[in-house]
């Protein structure tokens, strides 16, 4: 209940233009621990940095104001710009889209747009052997997503396209029931958006059991899940988990995010775990980077320390 009130406190307060525009310009040293770059080459640095250490990435183009189906269309070519420069450096082209930001929700020529820009997107990902996750926001557009989603598998197979399951929604275990004909590529979060309380749990501890019947479950059906937590003790359990149930380790991955527990990421790779960064990089970081601030009352302490240094 308390992380509830301050994920809120800190979205009302980060929602200022005023908080927005001091952090703008005082605070890019601690943007940086969450944002890899503004640009295509710094997140593909990023992305070879972590290959060293035997850590694959998720690139991120992040969006903002994203309206017009021009814009869409835009935010979607420079996606499809990513994957051709992340693959010409030899970088594996796994990307994460917002289906919103190319246009979910807005008909052009009688279909929908987010539709038609992710097919581009994950048409172009898969001639590279990449992968696309569609991420997941707030829960008006989980049906939408949801349904997309089971088109682009129909369209592109279960390797090419994966998406997201968050396990505050109190519907996310028969989301995952419904579809496992698919034997979807399924990243499991917890959930980072501002919730009701007539569609999410508000206790971390209903929230953290759920997700632990997310990942066994999926797990357990055999499909590859991706355990895209922090969370150490979560950790440990699936570990426990997949080792009693003989579930080998390339069904699953762990994936972190950038800047967040580095040192974890790295021993679970020593250890011989697949693990994934996801690395969101561009110029419209400030909404990303305040949902990373309201994840955990230390980053404010963070924010604050940071700021009083200028
Ligand atoms: C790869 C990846 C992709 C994601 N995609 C989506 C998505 O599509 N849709 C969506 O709604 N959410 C997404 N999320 C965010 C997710 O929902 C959570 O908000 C976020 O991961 C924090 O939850 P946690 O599982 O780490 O657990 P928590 O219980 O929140 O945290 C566990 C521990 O992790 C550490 N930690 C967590 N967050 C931070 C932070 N910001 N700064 C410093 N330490 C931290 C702390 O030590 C904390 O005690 C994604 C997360 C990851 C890792």
Redesign the pocket.
């Known amino acids: 209940m308390l992380d509830q009130v301050y994920r809120k406190a800190v979205l009302t307060v980060t929602g200022n233009p005023n908080v927005e525009k001091i952090v703008r310009a005082r605070g890019k040293g601690l943007v940086k621990r969450f944002v890899a770059s503004e640009d295509i080459p710094g997140v593909l640095r990023a992305a070879k940095e972590l290959e060293q250490d035997g850590i694959g990435a998720?690139l991120d183009q992040l969006g903002e104001f994203i309206d017009s189906p021009e814009q869409c269309n835009e935010f979607a070519q420079q996606v499809l710009d990513l994957i051709e420069q992340a693959h010409a450096q030899g970088v594996e082209p796994y990307v994460s889209i917002k289906l919103s930001s190319v246009g979910q929700g807005k008909t052009v020529n009688g279909e929908d747009l987010g539709l038609t820009n992710a097919r581009r997107i994950i048409r172009k990902a898969s001639e590279y052997g990449g992968f696309v996750c569609l991420?997941?926001?707030d829960h008006p557009l989980v049906d939408l997503t949801l349904a997309q989603f089971r088109t682009l598998v129909g369209e592109f197979g279960n390797k090419a396209v994966g998406t997201?399951l968050?396990s505050y929604l109190f519907r996310s275990l028969k989301d995952r029931d419904s579809l496992d004909d698919l034997q979807p590529n399924i990243?499991m979060?917890?959930?980072?958006?501002l919730e009701p309380e007539t569609v999410a749990y508000k206790d971390?501890a209903d929230v953290d059991a759920n997700y632990r019947r997310l990942v066994y479950q999926h797990m357990k059906a055999g499909n590859y899940t991706n355990v895209?937590?922090?969370?150490e003790k979560i950790i440990d359990d699936v570990k426990h988990f997949a080792l009693i149930h003989d579930i080998p380790r390339d069904q699953f991955e762990f994936?972190?995010?950038y800047g967040?527990?580095r040192d974890l990421q790295k021993d679970l790779a020593l250890q011989g775990y697949r693990v994934r960064t996801?690395i969101a990089y561009g110029p419209a970081w400030y909404p990303y980077f305040t949902r990373?601030?309201a994840?955990?009352p230390?980053?404010a302490l963070f924010i604050v320390k940071g700021m009083l240094k200028g």
């Open positions: 998720i991420d997941m926001e997201v968050q990243r979060v917890k959930g980072a958006y971390k895209a937590t922090h969370d994936q972190m995010l967040i527990r996801y990373r601030i994840e955990t230390r980053n």
